[in-house]
């Protein structure tokens, strides 16, 4: 039932004009926290007749739901004093347990005393970020790479250097020469953050050699490997590849997340980290929360010892193989030609590159009027490239609306083109010219 | 069933003297975070037969646990999709509109959305101190505060200037020459953070006149307010006093929590804040961990939504109450002369005051020995103060196992007082040789 007629967009907020009366007192790592205008723009998004592929919500209609009420029902009442109580600041010791089950599925071998459990992976990231860094430290990241660690990364001052990838993951001669011309202009490299599978956004997945070749460099430089991966399990053509973590145990601290392979409302997430470092997690993790979801531990936790889950981790990757395969075929057969795209193996994105001359930030507005969103490619660096890039994410509508939404996508890209083809460069500033309030890059 | 040998206590750890490879990839702020090794004595204080009045854990034996369970697996079987799916960076709006109807019980009139949750009241705190702190700025605070508190404050390196009090509060004589001290000095005061109702360690409850004496010293010195109020409806002789935030709504940012008034393994608190502090808030939120506990925030409204949670405050209030008149009453019975307390009107937590010559800290080890626990004073102040003082709570344990530990107190006070009258001040230096391990101030 979809409707046909075009979305209105939202007046640009008018919030930043106003006073703020505290902005003299704020830390200085406070400064140039906006609210983005795009935020008005993705609630349009959120519109029903909008196809969004903009989003990286799971799609969890297919938990077993009423068994899982019942398990959470008779451990509310068999357990619920516990359970509805405070906890370790590291995390349940049986939850701790139950995550180095989990992790053996990549092939990690693991101690519980040696993971802290956190509110979310974003958490863990945040809690690492601010046991490393200081303002003005470097981090490299994959370029493009999370936008999520990248605000995380900013909310401690750092800087951000990308590093080139291709459809093997990080290129390790680019990474030898970031680390070695910083090391020449005096920069502290605190650590190297990546997503080696299905990485987001890209979707592209580290080889097993690419992943020997990163750990080598690391150990000749002495660099710290942050590996997060949230989708690891989700392989949707292949099996698993061995994680970092599984490779080398000494450089590497690993990140994983409930919230891909059973749910996220449960913001449970964590690190698994050398010993010295898990000890100053651990003190963090007190200082910020005093200890993480204590609630969500037992239910996860219940879950994991009551449930097949790794029988639903099959069933959702038969989901998400069948909305990736629906989004490849649409993207085959409306896009233009000279745009490209990756072919992912798994997660949940898709990264695009579109044709020389349009602009996916400035786009967007049109495509959300043509009733189809996506995340533009800016949003991915900190340094302002991939405007001729969007990550089209197909875990959350149904194949048929990926589809359409493909479909829609290719008409907008068309219109662009035919645009640009017209009014050339002068255009393109014209355009820009409407986007005053436009998309900023810490869309999350 | 109490035992009546002692207890054997464990052995130093020896932790902190193995190499850490990391030390010199930290961050400023991660150096001096360090693991108590009051740990191991607290660990040795949670066995049965000792009598702990060291904990700040509430009691949550009397919810009504199997109606919860009901409610919950209702929840999941209904709403689950929503309730197990990331929510928002600043808070579901239903828990929202509920905590402004909470919040009403102390007569603070707010809109939902000036409201940020956060995954206990601790992150509320570790958010405002993030969006405020730079190093070496200074955060006033009670003389002695919440060790969480102080824990926060270190972490992000503030200077903790502590402020004077009595049993009516904050001395506004001393809160006022210490900013205008500190502003001799050039030291940039960020704010102050106070626990107005039975004050955690104090038990100290601000009078109303202290209140308004507060708010206009604030407002003549341009001074931002933290209220952390986690015990404001736990009056146990009296209708809970008004906020600072209902007698003032521009420069108070007000801190909440579900911890004490319904459970604290959901870990759900709250930042009431000023519009532009509120928007800052919620990025740093979402930098921090993308959003708040969803599941927690869900049953937590359900709870509020299909419960007489009003009811249960009175449960608890009669159930605490008898606790308090149990440790009063065995504070008066087996305490040395000399010895001085607060009569706390609410809240978990009594203060006491040691004859001079006594010290909190070097005691510990031997009153765990005879089966009671408590946190040394030391615990409470930023700058070594406290030696002589001791907090009790009366939160946990039965009345029964209250009295008793009291009891067990008053011995080992007169242990110690015969034994410095024998040895004087050598045998107090003899004392601190043995606690190179002893109890160290960040205990939480």
Redesign the interface.
């Known amino acids: 039932m979809r409707q046909s007629g075009a979305v209105s967009l939202p007046e640009p907020s008018r919030?930043d004009t106003?006073l703020?009366?505290?902005?003299d007192?704020?830390?200085?790592?406070?400064h140039g926290?906006?609210?983005s205008a795009v935020r008005a723009l993705f609630a349009v998004a959120n519109r029903p007749e909008v196809v969004s592929l903009a989003g990286g919500?799971?799609n969890?209609?297919d938990?077993p739901?009423?068994a899982?009420?019942?398990a959470?029902?008779?451990?509310?009442?068999e357990r619920?004093?516990?359970?509805?109580?405070?906890?370790s600041?590291q995390g349940e010791p049986f939850m701790r347990e139950k995550i180095v089950e989990v992790m053996a599925e990549e092939q990690i071998h693991a101690h519980a005393d040696d993971i802290v459990v956190t509110?979310?992976s974003?958490?863990a990231l945040?809690l690492v970020t601010?046991?490393?860094?200081?303002p003005g430290?470097v981090v490299l990241a994959e370029a493009p790479s999370y936008v999520?660690a990248l605000?995380?990364f900013?909310?401690y001052q750092c800087q951000v250097v990308h590093v080139a990838m291709d459809d093997a993951g990080i290129d390790p001669v680019a990474l030898r020469g970031a680390l070695v011309s910083l090391k020449a202009a005096g920069k502290r490299v605190?650590f190297l953050y990546t997503i080696p599978n299905f990485q987001n956004p890209t979707g592209v997945t580290q080889t097993l050699e690419r992943r020997h070749a990163i750990i080598e460099i690391a150990k000749e430089h002495d660099l710290?490997i942050i590996e997060d991966n949230p989708y690891g399990l989700l392989t949707l053509d292949a099996q698993p590849m061995p994680a970092l973590r599984s490779l080398e145990d000494e450089n590497v601290v690993y990140l994983g997340s409930f919230?891909k392979i059973f749910?996220?409302?449960?913001?449970v997430g964590w690190a698994l980290a050398?010993?010295?470092?898990r000890?100053?997690l651990v003190?963090?993790q007190?200082?910020?929360?005093?200890?993480?979801?204590?609630?969500?531990q037992?239910?996860i936790a219940t879950y994991l010892e009551e449930f097949d889950w790794r029988a639903q981790i099959t069933t959702y990757r038969d989901m998400y193989r069948e909305r990736r395969d629906a989004m490849l075929t649409g993207l085959r057969e409306h896009m233009l030609e000279g745009t490209t795209w990756t072919h992912p193996e798994g997660g949940f994105f898709v990264w695009v590159t579109l044709p020389e001359g349009l602009d996916s930030q400035a786009m967007l507005p049109r495509a959300v009027t043509a009733r189809v969103a996506y995340t533009p490619g800016t949003a991915f660096y900190a340094d302002g490239m991939g405007s001729r890039n969007m990550r089209l994410s197909f875990c959350f509508p149904t194949p048929e609306r990926i589809h359409e939404g493909t479909r829609r996508l290719g008409q907008v890209l068309e219109q662009e083109l035919e645009l640009h083809r017209t009014f050339g460069l002068g255009a393109e500033a014209a355009r820009h010219h409407d986007l005053t309030a436009g998309p900023a890059p810490?869309i999350?």
């Not at 619920?80 to 906890?87: E, I, K, R, S, V």
């Not at 601010?130 to 200081?134: E, K, L, Q, T």
């Not at 050398?274 to 470092?277: E, G, M």
């Not at 007190?286 to 969500?296: H, K, Q, W």
């Open positions: 919030r106003r703020d009366t505290y902005v007192a704020y830390a200085e790592r406070t926290l906006t609210v919500m799971p969890i209609a938990l739901r009423d899982l009420a019942k959470v029902d008779r451990l509310i009442a619920g004093t516990q359970a509805m109580q405070y906890g600041g509110c979310g974003q958490q945040d601010r046991v490393f860094c200081d430290d999520g605000g995380t900013h909310a605190k710290l919230s749910a996220p409302g449960f913001r050398p010993h010295a470092v000890e100053k003190l963090t007190e200082a910020a929360t005093l200890c993480p979801p204590v609630f969500s037992f239910a810490d999350s």
